[in-house]
């Protein structure tokens, strides 16, 4: 008997961008699309085209760019969004478009204020609209495992009658438990008594509010699921979406049970989950199973007793399968470009003569700082170098020095390079040195903007540590996100700040620039 083949929708760049004080650029999601693709994951969601300018853009860039997986767009159930998603993923060699559309009392009464045949027209006409444009879609009813079942069951028979090809079945709000009495039952009974269930494929979507997003997904591939939907780390609205790499890992460790068949290359796992942790500023718990830190450390002397000996007794897999590299070069100020671009190299970076250059150039600065440079330090480097290649204006940091103390005032002195490629300093004082360093910055380049959000991370080990800071400003209501790493956290903060204000600079494409050395009023 042939297994099942489980597809798998990853929706980090769509769900998992809903994180709370999360935003990524165009340049940032054509990587990690890449990174998808590299990953063999099935279908990538690459945004919600309708949603803004910026994110149908960077929906067409993937579907124009990024070949192999399906690329989709969520649409709501509006003329206007079916329209810009498929205008988005048009030029893709395997589109989708992804209609959804509240199901439930409790949305349709408070959310759309509309009647049950109000939403039930509105989702046979979307995906009607849809279907003219491509043949692939998919449909989802949300808050479907709070849905009146006839109803949902209705709703499922009308838009699989009109078009739709994959069906999801959206845990919207955490809500639904995985046993054979309820998620599995509902399951059970879509297939059962929708008509028509059986010619398209039938998939879901579960959020983690009560922590069991992984195991109901787990529990619909038992119940006969063809497609999962998760994201990369579990990120996502509130408490996040099911943890893909959780749901793959399951599925290929324990397939003596489940028995299902999956295209996912395991290996480019880890890989994913470091580049989304560096790209979101959100960090990946220790514990976390899969790609934790501590994943696959063992500190208890039986267990480290154990390991040694074999490490089946400990492991019920092995760190290589999700692409932890098994043991990591150190590099230092006496390597040379050879050996910095072997390492790169077996890493994934593929450079040129003359970006190996400038890399080796940032490289030998860092290893001045640091005894030992180890992998973790060249990926930290090596996206320092995108971020600064992708901002179209470019202030940069080129002095920073802070005093204070318990008793004293925090007083920070900036210099910068502008456009111009002239230098100009300032100083400020603030409520500690990172205010006082924003302050600063702020005076040099006359802005001003709200810090909202401030995140230290030690993304290597020892005394000379490397720190990633991520930051957020606010400004006229838009956020915006800057990252910036550093052996000195100060200077990793003045760095994550002035990335930040860059990209501010940078939105408003009819602003000029303020003088530098003006001060914002």
Not at 329 to 351: N, P
Not at 423 to 429: G, L, M, N, Q, R
Not at 445 to 471: H, P, R, Y
Not at 492 to 515: F, G, I, Q, T
Request: some cysteine.
């Amino acid at each position: 008997m042939a297994e099942k083949k489980v597809l798998f929708l990853d929706t980090t760049l769509r769900d998992g961008e809903q994180s709370a004080g999360i935003g990524m650029t165009g340049d940032e999601k054509m990587e990690i699309a890449k990174q998808l693709q590299r990953m063999r994951v099935d279908i990538i969601e690459a945004g919600f085209a309708a949603s803004s300018p910026g994110d149908f853009l960077a929906v067409s860039n993937i579907a124009k760019e990024v070949k192999g997986p399906i690329i989709a767009s969520l649409a709501r159930a509006v003329a206007d969004d079916v329209d810009q998603a498929w205008g988005a993923v048009q030029h893709s060699e395997r589109p989708r478009i992804h209609v959804f559309l509240s199901s439930s009392e409790i949305h349709q009464m408070h959310q759309l204020r509309k009647n049950r045949e109000e939403v039930m027209e509105m989702a046979v006409r979307s995906v009607e609209r849809a279907k003219g444009y491509c043949s692939d879609i998919e449909f989802s009813p949300m808050d479907a495992t709070r849905t009146n079942k006839e109803y949902l069951f209705q709703m499922l028979e009308e838009v699989i009658r009109a078009g739709a090809t994959t069906i999801n079945i959206a845990d919207t709000v955490g809500y639904a438990i995985p046993s054979s009495g309820d998620f599995v039952k509902l399951l059970d009974e879509v297939q059962e008594k929708v008509a028509g269930i059986d010619k398209v494929t039938l998939s879901v979507h579960c959020h983690n509010d009560l922590g069991l997003a992984v195991a109901n997904s787990l529990a619909a591939v038992v119940a006969g699921a063809g497609q999962v939907e998760g994201c990369i780390n579990g990120i996502g609205e509130r408490a996040g979406n099911a943890s893909l790499e959780e749901i793959i890992m399951a599925l290929d460790t324990r397939n003596d049970f489940f028995g299902v068949e999956m295209s996912i290359d395991t290996t480019q796992i880890y890989p994913a989950s470091r580049m989304v942790s560096r790209v979101t500023g959100m960090a990946v718990q220790a514990n976390k199973a899969i790609v934790g830190e501590n994943a696959f450390r063992h500190a208890s002397g039986i267990h480290q007793d154990g390991v040694l000996k074999n490490r089946s007794t400990y492991e019920v897999m092995q760190p290589e399968r999700v692409g932890v590299p098994g043991n990591a070069m150190v590099l230092g100020k006496l390597s040379g470009r050879a050996g910095l671009q072997s390492r790169l190299e077996a890493l994934g970076y593929h450079l040129n003569r003359e970006e190996i250059s400038n890399v080796f150039e940032s490289f030998k600065l860092l290893a001045d700082k640091k005894r030992e440079v180890t992998d973790q330090d060249l990926e930290i480097l090596m996206d320092e170098e995108k971020r600064e290649a992708g901002e179209t204006i470019s202030y940069t940091l080129d002095h920073v020095q802070f005093s204070g103390g318990t008793h004293d005032i925090a007083t920070a002195t900036v210099r910068l390079i502008g456009p111009d490629q002239q230098a100009t300093s300032d100083a400020s004082t603030g409520n500690g040195p990172v205010d006082a360093i924003c302050n600063a910055i702020d005076r040099v380049i006359g802005c001003s903007a709200k810090l909202v959000d401030f995140n230290v991370q030690s993304v290597t080990e020892g005394i000379d540590s490397q720190a990633t800071v991520t930051m957020r400003i606010e400004s006229n209501g838009q956020t915006y996100t800057g990252r910036g790493a550093s052996t000195d956290t100060m200077e990793a903060s003045a760095k994550a700040y002035l990335s930040a204000v860059n990209r501010m600079l940078a939105s408003d494409e009819s602003a000029s620039l303020p003088a530098v050395g003006s001060t914002p009023d």
